[in-house]
């Protein structure tokens, strides 16, 4: 296999201003900045391909072939509440997004459902087809989101020490939402309550109907924790944002925005490697110097590291424990102690099919199809899926699943009247019981990973039976394989869990959470950063102003005042003008 694919600027020089380890998403943002800035960038992948959690690969050549699957992250809602794509100009790199719209299809089994339009008026209208109430409440509650998603979202726009650049994302309409969600001492401790408590307390609060409450549970649940988990509120928000900034998916699978983003750098002159596995970061006098990838090859960089992979792979495994400890003696500790994986990832199940689903006992129709499918039956459903998880159980008995059939959206994946089908699972990575056993001691093995696809399938097709009939081909990828693939720590392809006390200024851990670390010119950037994990580009964008701070600190600081205040202006001259 080639060392220096067509991904790769091919070149023998071995010296750059920056390296990037891995071409995740996030590391190809920041290298886009950075190459936009006038730096020389090159980026290490382990993979034969860039894109990490985002690719949408050809897997199964010889059985489905030309059938495309999105071998993790498929909806994309996050990337939407940001300007990566308008900054960066992706489009006219070949990115092309389609709006999903139904955004939610969720069947339960008393014949009832849940279609969730983009329109809240249009989903208050499913509602009311049950329960008149839950619809109006439905729309106070969307509402309330709604706020709270544009009050916040300067954050995940910025590095979260930087107070001069979250000012300038803020223009009078996000000041507006944050006084109706927090502009009294009562509506301030009303929220600060939500945040503390769990979804399934929140919905319970609002709503009446567990076909509602349920997919909304399931949604929340994407945070990786179960919907009682206390201190995560804020996954309740997951509908609304389908709502604004909306739901999309790139044309070609998630793929092609990785592919718009390598098309970028190389058109700025960027190298990309792939099947270049970083072995060591090489550190001298405190000082990130460069890195050594297997077979013994360096790389050096002029000005810094930055590293898409967490920060307990990277410091654990890339970096000598003498050099962490000149710095910071207590870190090595805290990277092995503080950080949280509770032990939840997916199994992964990727179908070529022969037909479109069909929901013969829901009224089918086809704009079913578009948006995401949940099968999640009740609160206590949900519940079971995911805490069993925890305790490194497998929930197949009666298994909940988030399901998607991204052909119906874009055609282009699978072969003319064919589709693809993306089942997501969630389950323990390492099996109470199992230890020592299967790939990397987790206790899965192929035989136990189909035997769970097989009752996973069973279960979707008691809601499309001609679900079993129309497969032709399946690929099933375990906890385990899928860490292995991702180089994600327990599998967990967050890099660490999105609980409270791992955000924001806590994420990873509070001395490393401005991207910068102990050594100098060596940054963090990817899920484990933040604003967390999802496709958005944010941790990339982010760490890349920061990396140019540390190289300019005060034409950067007068850089953002002027864009604060430009914004700023520009903002009221709007609203001004609207009124």
Known sequence: MLTQPIYATITNMQNYDVIIIGAGHNGLVCAAYLLKAGYSVLLLEKRSVPGGAA??????????????????????????????????????????????????????????????????????????????????KYAEYTDYWLRVINGISPMFNAPPNSIIDIAGNFNLNKFKDVLAVAGSVNKTMDFVRNMLSSAEDILNEWFDSEFLKAPLARLAAEMGVPPSQKNLGIGAMMMAMRHYPGMARPLGGTGALVQALVNLVQSQGGAI?????????????????????????????????????????????????????????????????????????????????????????????DEYLIGSILIADSMAHIEEAHSKCMIGEIPDVDPSMYVVMPSALDPSLAPSGKHTLWIEFFAPYQIKGAEGIGLNGTGWTDELKHKVADRV?????????????????????????????????????????????????FRPLPELANYKTPIEGLFLTGAGTHPGGSISGMPGRNCARVFLHSQQPVVQTLKDARNTIMGMMSSVQGIGNRE
């Not at 920060?311 to 400890?325: E, G, H, S, T």
């Not at 079993?468 to 375990?478: D, H, L, M, P, T």
């Not at 860490?483 to 955000?503: S, V």
């Open 457 to 505: 399938i069973e279960k979707m097709a008691d809601y499309v039976p001609n679900l079993k009939k129309s497969i032709i081909a399946r690929r099933v990828e375990s906890p385990a394989e899928l860490g292995e693939r991702l180089g994600a720590y327990k599998g967990n392809y967050y890099h660490i869990d999105m609980t409270l006390e791992q955000m924001v200024f």
């Open 273 to 365: 490697l792939t099947e270049q596995q970083v072995e060591k970061v090489l550190i001298d006098d405190n000082k990130a110097l460069g890195v050594r990838v297997d077979g013994g090859k360096e790389y050096r960089a002029k000005y810094g590291v930055i590293s898409n992979i967490d920060a307990q792979r990277l410091f654990l495994q890339m970096v000598d424990k003498n050099d962490v400890d000149a710095v910071e003696p207590n870190l090595w500790s805290r990277l092995e102690r503080r950080i949280i994986n509770n032990n939840e990832t997916i199994l992964k199940i990727d179908l070529a099919l022969d037909e479109p689903l069909i929901f013969a006992h829901h009224q089918h129709q």
């Open 55 to 136: 690719t949408t690969e050809e897997c199964l050549p010889k059985e489905a072939p030309g059938f495309k699957f999105n071998l993790c992250a498929i909806d994309h809602e996050f990337i939407h509440l940001g300007p990566v794509v308008q900054e960066l100009e992706l489009e006219k790199y070949g990115l092309k997004y389609l709006e999903c719209d139904p955004v939610v299809f969720c069947p339960h089994p008393d014949g009832k459902y849940f279609l969730g339009h983009k329109s809240v008026e249009k989903t208050c209208a499913e509602i009311a087809k049950y329960s008149e109430r839950d619809a109006q």
